[in-house]
């Protein structure tokens, strides 16, 4: 099976398409946060580097992110491996493909329309967790805005706010037509419409994987 980067928008689904990827095919999940954190812990030249640049809250270069990411790579050998969160930029796209071998791209296609609707529709039950969605009639509460399962009041997230959304969507479509045409010309770009249901993902997903 092959090693998987998904790069998509946010609100695309990764996470529920990445527990489907672990579950059903024993995949691996490098988030680049996760990533991060780990080589932060390190006693090592990059993981100083780290955290020196996340303690004066500046960006991490790409190259140190890059070397931190080649470490856990090592960690992983001979297992499929998922990275998301990473690439963000072209630069990252190039460095990645000169770490990484045997891959294929999945891109989790979702319109600004929908994207922003998922995020800011999302409210949630701080009692027991349960996850509803106000703009989709299926994720919807039975009773406005009270848990179906507990009764409490629903809340909503503090960071899924438009402003915060729009920056995010802004810097993936700043960024994305030259890391998409880049997966392109490599032969390796799946794009999966992630507006569809769960299952119809699944499928699709299942078949760029070949199974
Ligand atoms: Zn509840």
Not at 41 to 51: F, L, P, Q, W, Y
Not at 142 to 168: A, M, P, Q, W, Y
């Amino acid at each position: 099976m092959k090693n998987l980067v998904l790069y998509s928008p946010p609100a695309a689904g990764k996470g529920t398409l990445c527990e489907f990827l672990k579950s059903n095919y024993g995949y691996e999940v490098l988030s680049i946060g996760q990533v991060l954190r780990n080589n932060r812990s390190m006693d090592t030249e990059v993981g100083r580097k780290i955290i020196e640049t996340q303690d004066k809250g500046i960006l991490t270069p790409d190259y140190i992110v890059a070397e931190a990411l080649e470490n856990e790579l090592k960690k992983f050998e001979g297992k499929n491996i998922v990275i998301e969160g990473y690439p963000r930029n072209i630069d990252q796209a190039r460095m990645l493909d000169t770490i990484f071998d045997n891959y294929i791209v999945i891109n989790l296609a979702v319109s600004r329309k929908v994207a922003m609707e998922r995020t800011l529709g999302r409210v949630s039950c701080k009692k027991c967790g349960k996850i509803y969605n106000i703009f989709n009639d299926s994720m919807k509460p039975k009773i406005e805005n009270i848990c179906d399962v507990c009764g409490e009041t629903l809340e909503i997230r503090s960071d899924d706010n438009e402003n915060s959304f729009n920056v995010r969507y802004d810097i993936y479509e700043q960024n994305s037509p030259s890391i998409l045409d880049f997966y392109e010309s490599k032969g390796i770009l799946n794009i999966v419409n992630a507006e569809n249901s769960k299952e119809i993902i699944a499928n699709d997903v299942k078949s760029v994987l070949g199974e």
